[in-house]
């Protein structure tokens, strides 16, 4: 292989090395066969697939006695890590360091959109204000180049005119991201490879984002903030202070507070101060998160049976008291009693609530023994799932209500 000059010159021409990729021949061909039109002499790599030492060492020569080093920057050169033409690269940016400051000997040709703050170029290429030359078409800007390069007028350095129109926003245009390389499987490293492929992926979709107009990603980024602030307040959102919870705590406190004198006084008052502690954290919206939902009917008693009516009235206020300690359960009250203690009925009123489960009981048997059932039932299904009878004359209110919580609590569980 010769690399001669592209055209014979009498007289001594400005000298520029041209190196490209093989993917870009065509391009670099068309540049090449524009700039000696414009006075320049072209040194130019007709095969980069040949090689050797003496053509090595030739490549060498010329780009340590060129006047201007042409680099063609291109989305090939990005995709290629390897390449002789990386080699010329680094030889020719070895050379600047011997070179003054202002020195103009690179200029960079881009033949495509690729943009200098993401291009795998060295440093150096950063440093000097490239022309864009696409498909390697002769155009203006590469006229111009070449008028410079050859009257002189190159003195001022170009990095002082790249760093005044960095200066101005409104002139720059936007950098635009290239996608990166699909990465190449070599042998053995197989697990590496599609580490590899997911990494690729990745940033592949970060650059067709990054690309979107600005306004599109502005509403992309609003609508993760709303789904992320959804997300964060949605287990949080039982804790509300609804009025429907308000209603149900205040008609509890007030059907307390309407009990007759011969209550005992001390549970009533516990009983008040535990729904005023429920109601508080209610307005404030500071309760727990509820998982089970339980709709509490007061308890039936014939009104004749004095001490029936007593133990039904004392077992639901405790009870309800209990069930208000509880943070993970929402109670809801229905202060009128069911006429029967069919499942059916008492699932039926949980349902229009709505809540999950129903509490609910009622007197059973003949006068001299009877007994108190409490139940609790699931609103879905009517069917009952925890049930006990307790003696109207040997049962303590407290126990009861101990029970109920129990049971409440083993919901909670599940």
Not at 122 to 132: E, L, S, T
Not at 318 to 337: I, N
Request: aromatic fraction near 8%; include cysteine.
């Amino acid at each position: 292989m010769d690399l001669a000059p592209s055209q014979a010159s009498d007289r001594p021409r400005p000298t520029v090395f041209l190196s490209y990729a093989s993917e870009d021949r065509a391009a670099a061909q068309r540049i090449r066969d524009a700039l000696p039109a414009l006075g320049l002499e072209v040194w130019y790599d007709e095969s980069e697939l040949l090689g050797g030492d003496a053509w090595d060492q030739k490549i060498r020569g010329q780009i340590r006695d060129c006047d201007f080093f042409m680099p063609v920057i291109s989305a090939h050169t990005d995709a290629r890590r390897e390449g002789y033409f990386r080699r010329e690269w680094r030889l020719a940016t070895e050379r600047t360091l011997d070179m003054a400051d202002d020195s103009v000997f690179l200029v960079p040709v881009v033949i495509d959109d690729t943009h200098e703050a993401d291009a795998r170029v060295p440093d150096k290429f950063r440093a000097v204000q490239w022309v864009r030359v696409p498909g390697g078409e002769p155009n203006a800007a590469l006229t111009s180049l070449g008028r410079r390069l050859v009257s002189g007028e190159h003195a001022t350095p170009p990095t002082r005119r790249a760093a005044k129109i960095s200066a101005s926003p409104s002139r720059t245009p936007p950098p635009r991201r290239n996608f990166p390389a699909f990465p190449r499987e070599e042998p053995g490293q197989r697990a590496r490879f599609w580490a590899q492929v997911g990494g690729w992926a990745l940033q592949s979709i970060w650059t067709a984002f990054q690309r979107l107009p600005k306004w599109v990603r502005v509403i992309i980024y609003v609508w993760i903030a709303v789904v992320i602030l959804q997300f964060s307040t949605s287990s949080q959102r039982d804790l509300q202070p609804t009025p429907a919870r308000l209603k149900n705590l205040a008609q509890a406190e007030k059907i307390l507070k309407a009990l007759p004198q011969s209550a005992p006084t001390a549970a009533a008052a516990k009983i008040l101060a535990q729904l005023g502690a429920q109601k508080t954290a209610a307005r404030a919206g500071t309760a727990a998160g509820t998982q089970v939902s339980l709709l509490a009917i007061r308890f039936s008693a014939a009104a004749g049976d004095s001490a029936a009516r007593n133990l039904a009235r004392d077992a639901f206020d405790a009870a309800l008291g209990q069930l208000a300690r509880l943070h993970h359960a929402r109670v809801t009250l229905s202060p009128s009693p069911l006429a029967t203690l069919e499942a059916a009925a008492a699932a039926q009123r949980a349902q229009a609530d709505p809540s999950g489960y129903v509490l609910y009981g009622g007197l059973r048997g003949p006068s001299p023994t009877p007994t108190l059932e409490v139940r609790i039932a699931e609103a879905a299904h009517g069917s009952v799932i925890w049930s006990k009878s307790y003696p109207v004359q040997r049962t303590d209110p407290a126990r009861i209500a101990a029970d109920v919580r129990v049971e409440v609590q083993r919901l909670e569980k599940e």
